[in-house]
């Protein structure tokens, strides 16, 4: 796999990915970027739920099960020293529909320690909870 990007002046770049999408990524003006697309550490976290988000719908799907709803939050915890790599990232996930909760479980934890090859890649201490149907599990 193989990503293009192209420098577009002061800190900012436009990225083309193998499937032919593009993302402008820069720096905020504290730091002498323009403010002109999310931090490469912003589109990082949001990979990790892409991937985990992806592998958690394939799996229900083949549970058959039907999700009516579903979002999430990724919050990441980064080093103080260079090169502030994330040490820590936490999703929380928020499912809606007639879902039992150790299928829903099954599903986060394969995500989590087997299929996301994003998050396998951090490094960092991955962490997990969920709400079906806004009840809350840890």
Not at 15 to 37: I, K, N, W
Not at 50 to 55: A, H, R, T
């Amino acid at each position: 796999m193989k990503t293009d990007l192209h420098w577009k002046g002061k800190m900012q770049f436009e990225a083309r990915t193998p499937s032919g999408h593009g993302v402008t990524l820069d720096a905020s003006p504290e730091v002498g970027g323009e403010d002109r697309g999310p931090r490469p550490t912003e589109l990082l976290l949001t990979a990790v739920g892409g991937c985990s988000g992806i592998d958690i719908v394939s799996i229900l799907d083949k549970m058959r099960l039907q999700v009516k709803s579903f979002d999430m939050e990724v919050s990441g915890v980064r080093a103080e020293e260079h090169p502030r790599r994330f040490t820590q990232v936490h999703i929380h996930y928020r499912l809606e529909g007639d879902l039992p909760e150790e299928k829903v479980r099954r599903a986060v934890d394969l995500s989590r320690d087997k299929y996301c090859s994003v998050s396998q890649s951090l490094g960092a201490d991955v962490t997990t909870s969920f709400e079906i149907n806004g009840k809350r599990f840890d």
